[in-house]
Nanobody
Framework: QVQLVESGGGLVQAGGSLRLSCAAS????????VAWFRQAPGKEREFVAA????????YYADSVKGRFTVSRDNAENTVYLQMNSLKPEDTAVYYC????????????????WGQGTQVTVSS
C-alpha cells in the first residue's frame, strides 16, 4: 500500500507559478512511476506529467510542455510539479498517482491516488 498526499495548490494570477508536492508513504520502495493528473469542472481527468521513481525519466502532456516540470526527491519520498506561466485553462483539481507496475505514463489506471489539491488561475 502507498498513501499519497498532495499540497501546494491555491489561487494565482495568469502568468504566475505554483509548486505542487506529492508526499508518498508506505511501500515507497515499490513505486515504479508517479504521475500528475488534473480534472477541471465538467471535464474528464487528464494526464499532466509523470516521472519514473528510480530512473527519473519524465513525460509531459503537450499542453504543459515547456511550462511544467516534474521532479522527485527520493530521500524525502516526494514528487514535485513546478508550474510556471500558468493559464486560466490550467485551473483544475490536481491529483498525484502512483503505481508499482511499469505502465504507460499517461494511463489513468494507476493503483494509488491522492485526494487532490485545487489550483485556480485567474485571468
Amino acid at each position: 500500500q502507498v498513501q499519497l498526499v498532495e499540497s501546494g495548490g491555491g489561487l494565482v494570477q495568469a502568468g504566475g507559478s505554483l509548486r505542487l508536492s506529492c508526499a508518498a508513504s508506505g511501500r515507497t520502495f515499490s513505486i515504479e512511476t508517479v504521475a500528475w493528473f488534473r480534472q477541471a469542472p465538467g471535464k474528464e481527468r487528464e494526464f499532466v506529467a509523470a516521472i519514473r521513481w528510480s530512473g527519473g525519466s519524465t513525460y509531459y502532456a503537450d499542453s504543459v510542455k515547456g511550462r511544467f516540470t516534474v521532479s522527485r526527491d527520493n530521500a524525502e519520498n516526494t514528487v514535485y510539479l513546478q508550474m510556471n506561466s500558468l493559464k486560466p485553462e490550467d485551473t483544475a483539481v490536481y491529483y498525484c498517482a502512483a503505481d508499482f507496475r511499469v505502465r504507460r505514463p499517461s494511463t489513468s489506471s494507476y493503483q494509488y491516488w491522492g485526494q487532490g489539491t485545487q489550483v485556480t488561475v485567474s485571468s
